[in-house]
């Protein structure tokens, strides 16, 4: 079974300051993405990556894959209210099955 | 285009007994996942229909049945209910199977509440 594990599980910053919550597996990812979950609400996807050392950037949010596409990272500059939620990352193994993470939960204090 | 719904969105049942939820996905998708999500075990991975066949299936008992119909709407079934099977149960659309680059819609979730 495939485990990606999320760190930390618990964060609280202040508005403004910088972040990253990390992804990682022992196992290659075929593709991964990054989830956000709001309370009452499903996850809504931010980003898809699917090439080893790829960058993308969603405004203040940047997402990085692993050169060996086993590992991946969220960067959250100047962070915000509206930030604050369940971040999860989620990996195909190429079976077409995703799996979910354990979820990274992020509360932006004003 | 509207989203994925799923109804009823709260529920409460009584152990022993069986329920059945219901997913719409958005128009022209064909796969239907289906998740279990708690706050202890996260989000996990219950079954993948696509074009009204079982695609996937997770590592649930046999009381986690699902079906989906031909016109892509998607039913999970629980049967001799739980303390443990409380939960959200949410369901994703997309066009193609969800392991690949297609985004996966989620819906609202079902809350299900086992007394």
């Known amino acids: 079974t495939q485990l990606l594990e999320q760190s930390p599980q618990f964060l609280s910053i202040q508005e403004g300051e910088n972040l990253t919550v990390y992804c990682n597996s022992s196992s290659v990812f075929s593709s991964l993405q990054w989830y956000r979950q709001e309370p009452g609400e499903g996850p809504v996807l931010l980003v898809t990556?699917?090439?080893?050392?790829e960058v993308k950037k969603l405004k203040r949010l940047t997402f990085q894959f692993g050169d060996a596409r086993k590992d991946s990272s969220l960067h959250i500059t100047a962070a915000q209210p509206g930030d604050t939620g369940l971040y999860l990352c989620a990996g195909a193994f190429g079976n077409e099955k995703l799996t979910f993470g354990t979820g990274t939960r992020l509360t932006i204090i004003p | 285009k509207a989203g994925v719904t799923q109804t009823p969105r709260y529920l409460i049942k009584t152990r022993g007994q069986q329920v059945t939820l219901s997913c719409s996905p958005i128009s022209g998708h064909r796969s239907v996942s289906w998740y279990q999500q708690t706050p202890g075990q996260g989000l996990q991975f219950l079954f993948e229909?696509?074009?009204?066949?079982?695609?996937n299936k997770g590592n649930f008992p046999g009381r986690f049945s699902g079906r989906q119909f031909s016109n892509s709407r998607s039913e999970m079934n629980v049967s001799t209910l739980e303390l443990g099977d409380s939960a959200l149960y949410l369901c994703?659309?997309?066009?193609?199977?969800?392991?690949?680059?297609?985004?996966?819609?989620f819906g609202p979730g079902t809350r299900l509440t086992v007394l």
């Open positions: 994703a659309s997309s066009y193609r199977l969800a392991g690949g680059t297609d985004t996966q819609y």
């Open positions: 990556v699917v090439t080893g050392g």
């Open positions: 229909y696509f074009s009204e066949t079982q695609r």
